[in-house]
């Protein structure tokens, strides 16, 4: 099974980012799981999500403390949240900075890999809500879903032009993960 | 081809109301409910429900409208949680009194104060004697499905009694997980059109809400008490014709889950099932004869399925999401009076688990188990335990 | 941290600093800044300072609770507050 968790700040679609990763895991062909850390919900304040990946129906209804993949999407979280906290060995965090990996000071055994999700978001959006860049990042760095289910859902969630960038932007992260 | 999709529980739930079609929804929004009423109010406006939608303006409202048109032989549907309910509480016993088939569902969530959004089940506990059916759904599949299944059992003739759907708040509400929805025309061959043989009619105008005078109110709760033992006498029957009607899997108004030669079974209801049954699977692994009993239905309570499914085990742990001040969780009463008629007594816990949303890990019914199997070999120090309190780390 | 039932220690707000939440923080033109009071006014987290800049009284923001909406920007009669992406 893969565990995701998800931090990010209220407004920034961290709940979505986790929703269109299960329902893309989904149309994979593969059983998912999507669910908020509910909290109270504001604009800004640090929030967490989470989903769940496998071949099989997840029963599981814990919140996830020993994450496979973790997805950062604001980096100013991390002075103020243990963002690496239970990550597997073995594991993956995606960053959304403009710095590098080896600026960053996190100590895990995890790969760490960063992509400046924001600057992305704004080029082609013209909104900094970078989830739809994460997710095309997660979708290139680590295979488990496809970026084709991805760029579908988010096209169903968001018809018409918002749909249509936001696939745009998750192709770009992808690439990106490859350069 | 069934569809299956990924949605959040709260609209499975709203996609089981589309297909039984009440004929009013009355909806007033509290958290973790109100997506619920959201998503219908979406398909009132899309003309995929021809329901007449009634924005009240406070959840006793909500019951009052909900009595009103179920008086007049109206399909009826409305949703709540928590301090929601409690608001309705006073005409939750109207609704039953007046044998009223009205379906509601509960997104569980803890009462304050203080103040809490997040999930337990002290709403719909402190309900339980209000005379209304209660099931519990352990996830999105389910919620959806009792919804379907509560109005068959509802609008049962020998039954005619309120029926609460309730569902973890946010923990199912909020989660995101494939869910089938039935077709249409299937839902219609299974739940007839309501038609109650006593209903406010201008052609045969009757009187509703009268008063029940010492000469004849205990008959009448007598009835109604008659009425709750018939729903249990035709709970399994419903649920068999859903299963062979939807090709899902259904149990009766318990599940077992490999209880077969277990020495501890691990009782409760709910969204923690999903995460028991994972925790059962482990300690299966480590050659630990566990298994684990869901209770479907609350209400009526299936004493004699837990009877038989419990006469060979030693020890029983009932988790609780709830405790009744001054004595214990609501659960674990009920299932020692159960059990005092039963020819074998096993030792019994009571384990007061996730109040107010505190998250319940794999781990923590490990320790459960745990400290079950310790008591078998010991003289049980405390019957009532809090879980995972922070002084006890 | 609640410790007894419903209570709490007062004044919590002020040590919960809400001004990493910003995307955007404002820029203040010193010089443009007439001190109106608008921005105060519409604030709404209150963030707005009196302070005095070359003999005159003007409203800078405490970048430490400020959450980067932006309505001090839309609401400053003589434009003297810019949005400026708040590099992270």
């Not at chain 2, 309730?166 to 025309?185: A, N, Q, R, W």
């Not at chain 2, 509703?208 to 033992?229: C, K, N």
């Not at chain 2, 781990?363 to 079950?372: C, G, L, R, Y």
Request: aromatic share 6%; net charge negative; glycine share 6%.
């Amino acid at each position: 099974m893969k565990e995701i968790r998800i931090h990010g700040r209220g407004g920034q679609g961290s709940v979505t980012a986790a929703e269109l990763l299960s329902e893309s895991a989904f149309e994979d062909g593969l059983e998912a799981q999507a669910f908020p850390a509910f909290g109270v919900e504001r604009r800004g304040a640090p929030v967490k999500a989470f989903a769940r990946i496998d071949d099989e129906p997840i029963r599981i209804r814990s919140q996830i403390y020993e994450p496979s993949h973790v997805i950062v999407q604001d980096p100013t979280l991390i002075g103020t949240i243990d963002v690496t906290k239970g990550i597997l060995d073995g594991g993956m965090i995606i960053i959304n900075t403009s710095r590098n990996p080896d600026q960053l000071d996190l100590n895990t055994q995890a790969e760490v890999v960063t992509i400046d999700a924001t600057k992305l978001a704004l080029d082609i959006l013209g909104k900094p809500i970078m989830n739809t860049a994460l997710l095309g990042a997660f979708s290139g760095a680590t295979g488990i879903v496809s970026i084709e289910a991805m760029k579908n859902r988010v096209k169903a969630r968001f018809p018409g032009e918002i749909g249509e960038k936001n696939a745009l932007v998750m192709d770009k992260a992808k690439e990106k993960m490859e350069e | 081809m069934v569809e299956r999709r990924v949605m959040e529980g709260s609209h499975a739930v709203a996609h089981a109301v589309r297909l039984c079609a009440p004929d009013v929804v009355s909806a007033y929004p509290i958290t973790p409910q109100t997506h619920i009423v959201e998503k219908i109010s979406q398909f009132v406006a899309d003309g995929d429900l021809k329901s007449e939608y009634m924005r009240v303006e406070s959840e006793f409202s909500a019951m009052s409208a909900s009595v009103g048109s179920s008086a007049a032989g109206a399909r009826t549907f409305t949703a709540t949680a928590s301090q929601g309910l409690m608001l309705m509480s006073e005409v939750l016993y109207n609704a039953s009194g007046l044998r009223l088939p009205i379906v509601m569902s509960v997104a569980n969530r803890a009462m304050g104060a203080p103040i809490n959004i997040w999930n337990d089940h002290s709403d719909s506990m402190g309900v339980r004697d209000a005379g209304w059916i209660q099931l519990y759904a352990e996830d999105n599949q389910e919620a959806l499905d009792m919804t379907i299944q509560a109005y068959k059992i509802a609008e049962n003739q020998d039954v005619m009694l309120p029926a609460m759907v309730c569902m973890d708040g946010f923990i199912l509400t909020h989660t995101y997980e494939p869910v089938s929805i039935p077709k249409k025309e299937e839902v219609q061959e299974f739940l007839p059109e309501f038609d109650p043989e006593v209903k406010l009619d201008p052609q045969n105008p009757v009187t509703l809400g009268t008063v029940g005078f010492p000469s004849d109110y205990m008959e009448i709760r007598h009835e109604q008490y008659q009425a709750m033992e018939n729903a249990r006498d035709i709970m399994p029957d419903i649920f068999k014709e859903f299963e062979e009607k939807f090709g899902r899997k259904q149990h009766s108004l318990i599940e077992e889950y490999k209880t077969e030669d277990a020495e501890i079974i691990i009782v409760s209801l709910g969204s923690i099932m999903g995460t028991i049954k994972e925790a059962v699977d482990e300690l299966r692994e480590d050659g630990k004869q566990v298994g684990a009993i869901k209770i479907k239905a609350f209400r009526p309570f299936p004493d004699q399925e837990l009877r038989d499914a419990l006469q060979n085990t030693k020890a029983v742990a009932v988790l609780d999401k709830n405790i009744t001040l001054g004595k214990k969780g609501a659960l674990y009463t009920e299932m020692k009076d159960t059990l005092y008629q039963a020819e074998t007594q096993p030792q019994m816990t009571n384990y007061i688990i996730g109040l107010g949303g505190r998250d319940i890990p794999r781990q923590s019914i490990k320790n459960i188990v745990k400290q079950t199997k310790e008591n078998l070999n010991s003289p049980q120090t405390r019957e009532v335990r809090f879980v995972d309190l922070k002084e006890e780390k | 941290m609640v410790d007894f039932a419903g209570k709490a220690e007062p004044g919590t707000t002020k040590k919960y600093k809400t001004g990493t939440w910003r995307t955007y923080k404002p820029i203040l033109d010193k010089e443009a800044c007439i001190g109106c009071e608008k921005c105060w006014e519409y604030c709404p987290d209150s963030c707005k300072i009196e302070t005095e800049y070359d003999g005159d009284i003007i409203f800078d923001t405490d970048l430490d609770y400020c959450k980067g909406c932006g309505i001090c920007a839309e609401e400053c009669p003589v434009e003297a507050i810019e949005m400026e992406l708040d590099e992270k």
